[in-house]
């Protein structure tokens, strides 16, 4: 039988590309044999993700905003003029801000209304709005993969970080719906799923999970005793699941949110 993890070959656009996790399954995937196409707002360290990844592979880096359809439409287009086609879109551009997230001495009625706006734009719309651009491309194979990037988040609402909760919940949702419309309007073999991962120590959250001398802070502690791994994920803990939800290995798998947190969802006491 073939090898149904293979991967060699699918052109793979990566939003959020230079981002931690991005630029960890970027790596990844190109040592796996897939064309990856990294998008970012950060040029310097684009090309430098690119130059990195073609010393292993084929990569390509193209300067992007996720908001903006009319510079993902042109990422598009000279995509398929380089690489003729693509396979994949992993969502990953994303993530919080501070002002969307409640100070311990604060309430929900000093919130940032506007980093909250903003949280969502980045994380639901950034979302939407590529996938909008790039469905076309994999409906033509009448074939492709979505993953987008979900968090423990969406699925516990976590103490503090409201605005993010709200925008991963929503991905959540999303994910469930879009599995439906683009079988049914597009083609059955156009999947998506969503990847949820748990607590990982990343800049994202170091000031939240990290006092100034590197130790834990009473919040690291907590996620830490409710997690039943005993610890937080390294980054190379989610390209097992990436893999598997963009190759054949999950044919019949979508609309599903899959999630890597050392048992977080699971534990109660
Ligand atoms: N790191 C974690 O602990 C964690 C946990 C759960 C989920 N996630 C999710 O995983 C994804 C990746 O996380 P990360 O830790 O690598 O985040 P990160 O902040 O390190 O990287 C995000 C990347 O997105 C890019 N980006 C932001 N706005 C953009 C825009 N408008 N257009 C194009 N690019 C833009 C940034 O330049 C950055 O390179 C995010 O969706 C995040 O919410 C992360």
């Given amino acids: 039988m073939k090898n149904l993890f293979d991967i060699n070959g699918k052109v793979v656009v990566l939003t959020g590309g230079c ?20 998008l970012d707002r950060i040029e310097d360290q684009g090309k430098e993700l690119e130059a990195e990844l073609n010393k292993k592979g084929e990569a390509l880096f193209l300067v992007t905003d996720v908001l903006k359809k ?30 969307a997230t409640i100070a311990p001495d604060k309430t929900f009625l000093d919130l940032d209304l506007d980093a909250f706006k903003k949280v969502v734009e980045l994380n639901l719309f950034g979302t939407v709005i590529p996938t909008q651009v790039f469905v076309p491309v ?4 009448e074939k492709g993969a979505i993953v987008n990037f979900c968090s423990e988040s969406a699925l516990r609402p976590l103490t503090r970080v409201v605005g993010y ?26 999947r998506v799923n969503a990847i949820v991962p748990g607590f990982l120590l990343t800049n994202q959250n170091r000031a939240l999970l990290t006092n100034e001398d590197g130790s834990l802070t009473d919040r690291a502690k907590t996620i830490i005793a409710h997690t039943p791994a ?25 609309g599903v949110l899959s999630v890597v947190d050392g048992g977080f969802d699971a534990f109660s006491i």
Wanted: aromatic share 8%.
């Fill in 19 to 38: 981002g931690i996790l991005g630029k960890n399954i970027a790596h990844y995937l190109v040592e796996q044999g897939a064309k990856v196409v990294v």
């Fill in 70 to 99: 009319e510079v993902l439409e042109q990422n598009r287009d000279d995509i398929v003029a380089r690489f003729g086609t693509i396979d994949v879109l992993l969502n990953a551009a994303g993530g919080n801000m501070a002002g």
């Fill in 165 to 190: 909760g709200a925008a991963k919940a929503a991905i959540g949702n999303y994910t469930k719906y879009m599995a439906t419309e683009l079988a049914s309007k597009f083609s059955p073999s156009l």
């Fill in 230 to 254: 005993g610890r937080f994920a390294e980054p190379e803990e989610l390209f097992g699941t990436i893999h598997y939800l963009i190759s054949d290995a999950s044919s019949f798998v979508t």
């Fill in 138 to 141: 994999m409906a033509k194979n």
